[in-house]
């Protein structure tokens, strides 16, 4: 089992609508969980970052972290053409150096 | 304030022969990470350095792999002898004060080996 499993997709919706994106993982000791887009053929970018449980809201983008069943989600709320890259969840653990640990990344479409 | 910056962008080797990729972090940054990205794989660390210093190797084939934070200069990330299954993008990442900071990421160097 890996570490951070993430469904590769693509995810296809139209524009206009709530996409949610989900990540588990098995180890507990996680404690910084973040999400990162990456246009084709770009590097990665941060797009949200939480610590422990919770949610977490910036514009049309939600996070939540749910660390008693290991499962971190992002929603994107009036999903919009140029929302569609490939998302990528990433988190890490206290102790160490906290190198983050990724997810394989959903690719998401989004037509007009 | 330019980002990180990472050169060459696309560099072909034939097998055998030594791949150099350069990265330059952001303005103020003094830790640089690497990381390879594979199509089915996703993005998997490799190394971790501050100025002079490898921090966390843990990520980094045994052999043929090196990578070094020179005082003065970018980053290299060296692929001696590369092989087929060196073929992947390489990104470079780098943050402020240590690797608690976000981590800023680089285009990229898309390295084929024919």
């Known amino acids: 089992q890996k570490e951070v499993e993430q469904d590769p997709g693509p995810l296809s919706v139209p524009e206009g609508a709530i996409v949610s994106l989900n990540c588990t993982y098995s180890?507990?000791?996680?404690?910084?969980f973040m999400w990162y887009r990456q246009y084709s053929r770009k590097g990665p970018e941060l797009l949200m970052y939480?610590?422990?449980?919770g949610n977490k809201e910036d514009g049309r983008f939600t996070a939540q972290v749910d660390k008693s069943s290991k499962y971190i989600s992002l929603f994107i709320r009036d999903s919009q053409p140029s929302d569609s890259a490939t998302y990528l969840c990433?988190?890490?653990?206290?102790?160490?150096?906290?190198?983050?640990?990724f997810g394989r990344g959903t690719s998401l479409i989004v037509h007009p | 304030n330019a980002g990180v910056m990472q050169n060459p962008r696309h560099l072909v080797r034939r097998r055998g022969q030594e791949a150099r990729l350069r990265c330059s972090p952001m303005?103020?940054?003094?830790?640089v990470y690497w990381y390879r990205q594979l199509p089915e794989e996703g993005l998997k660390f490799m190394v971790y350095?501050?100025?002079?210093?490898?921090?966390?190797e843990s990520g980094m084939p045994k052999e043929r792999f090196s990578a070094e934070f020179p005082k003065e200069g970018p980053s290299i990330l060296r692929i001696q002898q590369v092989v087929r299954g060196d073929s992947a993008a390489y990104f470079c990442?780098?943050?402020?004060?240590?690797?608690?900071?976000?981590?800023?990421f680089g285009p990229g160097t898309r390295l084929t080996v024919l």
């Open positions: 990442a780098s943050s402020p004060r240590s690797s608690t900071d976000t981590q800023y």
């Open positions: 180890n507990s000791a996680f404690q910084y």
């Open positions: 939480t610590y422990s449980s």
């Open positions: 990433a988190m890490s653990a206290p102790g160490g150096s906290y190198i983050p640990t």
């Open positions: 303005k103020g940054h003094s830790h």
């Open positions: 350095l501050q100025k002079e210093n490898i921090i966390d």
